[in-house]
């Protein structure tokens, strides 16, 4: 028998240790929550994108009566990023939201595992890390990779 361990690397920094462009991605994730379609959960959360050459694109979350069919915030950035920019990489991804009463979370907001599968094409897509970072008014979480918040993933290797 033999066990495996799998580590993940967070690094939590408060919003006056971020660098410019972390807080400027920071700041584009929060103003995308404003732009969120979200009249049944009224949850609403938005996600910026960074792209190789620095440009930055952003999306919310889309709802949808027939609920199935909304889409999350980062799948919105990302499916727009690289249908936009298709030959531009995706190096970061900051999300954010606001809860029923409007306020920010807390807590750092974490992807479903539905985008979590997403951004980690995108990062094989993209032939290097995407840094992640969740924000919270308590903390920013930064992760290095997607890799790491998806351990024993399934990817395009196993077909
Ligand atoms: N949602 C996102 O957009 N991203 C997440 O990471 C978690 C959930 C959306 C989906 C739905 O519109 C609302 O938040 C409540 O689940």
């Not at 910026?48 to 694109?57: G, P, S």
């Not at 999306?59 to 949808?64: F, K, P, T």
Request: proline share 4%; charged share 25%; with cysteine.
């Amino acid at each position: 028998m033999k066990e495996l361990d799998f580590h993940m690397h967070v690094l939590v920094k408060q919003e006056d240790e971020l660098t410019a462009e972390e807080l400027q991605l920071v700041d584009e994730a929060r103003r995308a929550t404003y732009r969120s379609y979200a009249p049944y959960s009224h949850f609403s959360v938005g996600a910026a994108v960074e792209l190789a050459d620095r440009t930055i694109v952003s999306g919310s979350n889309q709802e949808n009566a027939a609920y199935p069919s909304g889409l999350c915030a980062e799948r919105t950035a990302v499916f727009y990023a690289n249908s936009r920019y298709p030959d531009q990489p995706i190096r970061r991804l900051c999300i954010a939201a606001r809860d029923t009463e409007g306020k920010f979370l807390q807590r750092p907001i974490s992807p479903c595992g539905a985008c979590r599968q997403v951004l980690l094409e995108a990062e094989q897509r993209a032939k290097n890390a995407i840094e992640v970072l969740l924000y919270g008014t308590d903390g920013v979480y930064i992760i290095r990779s997607i890799k790491d918040l998806l351990p024993l993933s399934f990817d395009k290797s196993f077909l």
